[in-house]
């Protein structure tokens, strides 16, 4: 029996270890996409990660334009990034700099506030730890279930505007041209092919040929008619990790999402009208005068439900983060806390000392001698009689003798 057992043992060791190798392996081989708007497909059996998504939507009643810059990293020299949009899309390059504008508008306010009472970093208290954001779309119709609308190459990008009635059609286009297209991103474009959509297929790849792709890539401009201003977000469900969203938005009004879509609450982390913008922000802000910054969190990207669609909020009511500095009230260097406690200690010691001083230059006066027992009423006596005896002694000394002795009868 024991000669039976080790065997089984052994072969279902074996058999895990190879369960653990295929995994493994097949996480190596899988490639890893998605990012905000649209998913970043990495050749075969490479990587490639989004460290960072940066993106400006401008929407004017009638027409939605979006820029788009990526911070990639990995090991792939070669990668595809596929954008869905409502209707008929013109992309070009667009300047950087438009992204530093935007961080400098809309960078929190540091302000210095302080406090009295010492506080976690602050002595005695300090413990040593840290005190110190549609319609159906054009051309779409009876005609082939793949077309090319456009293609053209801008600077490291290899840009194809495509249609499609068929996402496998749209598969074997994309793999016939050099594009990598997973077949589980299939069914999540099956959606947009519904309503119609078109697409801009881009191939990213450095003009030297093996070198990976890595950094700020050049910002993208997409402008497409759209009655309404939507972000899609769709293919963001196919995410494996957590996805942040940074979404500036340029409008006549402040604009808010219209729901969550499956992530946390949005939150408005800048709102304000622009005043006299320069560069490419003063071209693109034309007409839509009113910047809202919007971030969300999706900790679960496959809980996403749609694509994020803004609206008018309620008022254009300006906002922007306010970052306080916490620093101890201080009086010429020293806490205004042990300034304040030494002067009333000082004083509390200052005050008991002068009474003590006080009490030894004026001594009480003693009390009264106590009375032997038995005495009070003689002396009480004593007292009563002494007006009566001067009194007699003044008549006697006012009739010349003795007062007269009544005769005898």
Same mark, same amino acid.
């Given at each position: ?5 080790? &065997? ?77 949009? &409502? ?13 530093? +504008? ?14 009295? $009472? ?37 600077? @490291? ?5 495509? /249609? ?27 959606? *947009? ?49 957590? +996805? ?12 808010? @999402? ?29 007409? /839509? ?10 900790? *679960? ?22 970052? *306080?500095?916490?620093?101890?009230? +201080? ?5 205004? $806390?042990?300034?304040?406690?030494? /002067? ?18 004026? &001594? ?6 106590? +009375? ?38």
């Amino acid at each position: 029996m024991i000669g039976q057992r080790r &065997p089984r043992r052994r072969t279902r060791l074996l058999a895990v270890l190879l369960i653990l190798t295929g995994i493994q392996f097949g996480g190596l081989a899988a490639p890893a996409f998605a990012c905000a708007y649209g998913a970043l497909v990495p050749d075969a059996a490479r990587r490639v990660t989004v460290g960072r998504e940066e993106s400006v939507l401008r929407w004017d009643g009638t027409r939605e334009q979006i820029v788009m810059r990526l911070t990639v990293g990995g090991d792939t020299d070669r990668a595809a990034w596929i954008m869905p949009v &409502p209707h008929r899309a013109t992309v070009a390059l667009a300047d950087p700099a438009l992204f530093d +504008q935007l961080h400098t508008l809309t960078a929190p306010v540091h302000r210095t506030r302080s406090h009295f $009472w010492p506080g976690d970093g602050d002595w005695p208290l300090t413990t040593g730890g840290d005190t110190t954001g549609g319609p159906p779309g054009a051309g779409v119709g009876a005609g082939p279930r793949v077309g090319v609308v456009a293609r053209q190459r801008l600077g @490291p990008f290899d840009v194809a505007q495509l /249609t499609a009635t068929d996402s496998g059609a749209l598969d074997g286009w994309l793999r016939s041209n050099g594009f990598p297209f997973p077949s589980r991103l299939d069914a999540a474009l099956q959606p *947009y092919v519904a309503d119609h959509w078109e697409y801009v297929a881009v191939r990213l790849a450095p003009q030297t040929a093996g070198t990976a792709l890595h950094g700020a890539l050049d910002p993208l401009h997409l402008a497409f008619a759209s009655d309404r201003p939507v972000y899609p977000m769709r293919l963001s469900r196919l995410a494996a990790t957590p +996805q942040s969203l940074g979404l500036y938005v340029l409008a006549a009004h402040r604009m808010e @999402p219209r729901s969550a879509i499956g992530g946390d609450r949005p939150r408005v982390v800048y709102a304000g009208r622009l005043g006299r913008p320069s560069g490419d922000l003063r071209e693109l802000a034309a007409g /839509t005068p009113y910047l809202t910054a919007i971030g969300q969190e999706f900790p *679960y990207p496959s809980r996403i439900s749609a694509d994020l669609v803004l609206r008018r909020a309620a008022a254009d009511t300006p906002f922007q983060q306010v970052v *306080y500095e916490d620093r101890l009230r +201080q009086v010429a260097g020293i806490p205004a $806390w042990l300034l304040t406690a030494g /002067t009333a200690l000082l004083l509390v010691v200052t005050t008991a000392s002068l009474a003590a001083v006080r009490r030894t230059r004026h &001594p009480a006066p003693p009390p009264p001698p106590a +009375q032997p027992p038995g005495t009070s009423g003689a002396a009480a006596g004593r007292t009563t009689d002494a007006p009566c005896a001067d009194r007699l002694s003044s008549v006697r000394h006012r009739g010349g003798g003795s007062p007269a002795r009544p005769s005898p009868q």
